[in-house]
């Protein structure tokens, strides 16, 4: 231990920078963390529909025209964050939220449970990975 004291005294540059990567390492994994806790695969998206999960698509209502998973329900990310309970659900059921990409309903998603709604998820990829699977969309 005294050895390891003497050299960050010799090298305060390199020990610090030490330090540095070990903080960011650590910040990067429990944020790598906290999203898998929100963000779901494709399979066990569907595992969530086949249970009775409400699907919420957050993209605009053109996008969603052009297709969406089948009973998904049409619910912008604006009005979500701005009136989550406008999802009118039950905090305890199933919320998937989906977009094109997976950003904007992870958005969604956290809105949710900052509301209270413990069971919201955002579909890993959204829908380029629910498309990339041959997953069915309904117009």
Request: charged share 20%; glycine share 6%.
């Amino acid at each position: 231990m005294g050895e390891l004291i003497a050299f960050a005294n010799t090298h305060p540059i390199l020990a610090s920078s030490v330090v540095a990567l070990l903080v960011a390492v650590l910040t990067l994994e429990v944020r790598l963390k906290g999203r898998s806790l929100v963000q779901v695969s494709t399979n066990m998206a569907v595992q969530l529909i086949n249970k009775g999960a409400t699907i919420i698509d957050v993209r605009p209502s053109e996008n969603y025209a052009g297709g969406h998973i089948v009973n998904a329900r049409n619910l912008p990310l604006a009005e979500i964050e701005s009136q989550p309970e406008a999802v009118k659900k039950k905090k305890d059921k199933v919320l998937l939220t989906v977009c094109d990409t997976g950003p904007v309903s992870r958005r969604a998603a956290d809105a949710l449970r900052k509301a209270g709604y413990e069971s919201a998820y955002s579909l890993q990829g959204g829908l380029a990975a629910w498309r990339t699977d041959n997953l069915p969309l309904v117009k």
